[in-house]
Nanobody
Framework: VQLQASGGGLVQAGGSLRLSCAAS??????MAWYRQAPGKERELVARRFTSRATTYAESVKGRFTISTINAKNTVSLQMDSLEPEDTAVYYC???????????WGQGTLVTVSS
């Protein structure tokens, strides 16, 4: 599985950004976005399963939305009401059914200025 992420950039607090991630490969059971801020561990932001179920970090609930766009193996992360605390490198992630292997895309930097 290969992941190609796009989006990110610099935005003022209160603004919006959209990240997209396209996966090549089969058997994908879920896709997600993680983020890692300087000096912090990587954390889950949101995950979307092929069943359409989603899960979000508490800190982004009501502000971020993960969804499938067009093809089944492409997800977007709509980020609204961005806060400086959302500043991080965001990573796309995918998992296959019945496998413990994690697949990662290249990180994309999101910077929110106050």
């Amino acid at each position: 599985v290969q992941l190609q992420a796009s989006g990110g950039g610099l935005v003022q607090a209160g603004g919006s950004l959209r990240l997209s991630c396209a996966a090549s490969g089969s058997g994908i059971s879920s896709m997600a976005w993680y983020r890692q801020a300087p000096g912090k561990e990587r954390e889950l932001v949101a995950r979307r399963f092929t069943s359409r179920a989603t899960t979000y970090a508490e800190s982004v609930k009501g502000r971020f939305t993960i969804s499938t766009i067009n093809a089944k193996n492409t997800v977007s992360l709509q980020m609204d009401s961005l806060e400086p605390e959302d500043t991080a490198v965001y990573y796309c992630n995918a998992r296959r059914a019945f496998s413990a292997t994690e697949y990662w895309g290249q990180g994309t930097l999101v910077t929110v200025s106050s």
